[in-house]
């Protein structure tokens, strides 16, 4: 199957700084990548929609300028939480998906952060 | 808008009993449907998914899932329950078209296996 890493796994922070998350698809290419958002024992929330090549598209209620996304090539995705709170404590998770017509989703194994 | 919906939070079986964990999904068109098992600390793994055809679905682990269209339900069931089936499953809605990866969850049920 499709393998999908996300590093770190999991970091611990200061208030007010910014951490960044990167996303690889190992041995497929991934022209659209999405980021979700995990609070504990909770579900999983679309954050976000990455887009190879092009600016990525925001759910609702997401703050694109604290959540910048960046997809730079067709194996990396990066999210970064700039001026991180506590309240951005969470898990980040991200998925890919071999092609367009993919209708599966491989998932990254998540990374916790937890803002001090 | 899509959503999915999972009544029991939390589920407690005996190791070697049936299990079923329900999914009620809305959506305006026929989605693709998923189940996923999410183990501490791991990554979220495919289960099985329905996208057309037989109703009955077959995936990894035992696992089947029915898709019932007249009552919204895309129910897991396992028909023997193992120690090592105890984690969180989540339901998960896809669309047809487009981009059938933008998933939407269901809150999940914590599934726990007593000995």
């Known amino acids: 199957g499709a393998v999908v890493s996300q590093h770190p796994s999991w970091v611990i922070c200061k208030s007010g700084t910014s951490v960044k998350i990167e996303c690889r698809s190992l041995?497929?290419?991934?022209?659209?990548m999405f980021w979700y958002r995990q609070f504990p024992k909770q579900s999983l929330m679309l954050m976000a929609t990455?887009?190879?090549?092009?600016?990525?598209?925001?759910e609702q209620g997401v703050e694109k300028d604290k959540f910048l996304i960046n997809h730079a090539s067709l194996t990396l995705s990066t999210l970064t939480v700039t001026s991180a709170h506590p309240e951005d404590s969470s898990s980040y998770i991200c998925?890919?998906?071999?092609?367009?017509?993919?209708?599966?989703?491989?998932f990254g194994q998540g990374t916790r952060l937890t803002v001090v | 808008a899509q959503s999915v919906t999972q009544p029991d939070i939390h589920i407690t079986v005996s190791e070697g009993a049936s299990l079923e964990l329900r999914c009620n999904y809305s959506?305006?068109?026929?989605?693709?449907l998923f189940w996923y098992v999410q183990s501490p600390g791991q990554g979220l793994q495919l289960l099985l998914k329905?996208?057309?055809?037989?109703?009955l679905v077959q995936g990894i682990k035992g696992f089947e899932a029915e898709f019932k269209r007249s009552q919204s339900s895309f129910n897991l069931r396992k028909p023997s329950v193992h120690w090592s089936d105890a984690a969180e499953y989540f339901c998960?809605?896809?669309?047809?078209?487009?981009?059938?990866?933008?998933?939407?969850f269901g809150s999940g049920t914590q599934l726990t296996v007593l000995p």
């Open positions: 990455s887009n190879e090549g092009s600016k990525a598209t925001y």
């Open positions: 041995d497929f290419q991934a022209t659209t």
């Open positions: 329905y996208f057309s055809g037989d109703t």
């Open positions: 998960a809605v896809g669309p047809h078209s487009g981009s059938a990866r933008q998933l939407t």
């Open positions: 959506y305006g068109a026929t989605p693709y």
């Open positions: 998925s890919a998906g071999r092609d367009r017509g993919q209708t599966e989703a491989f």
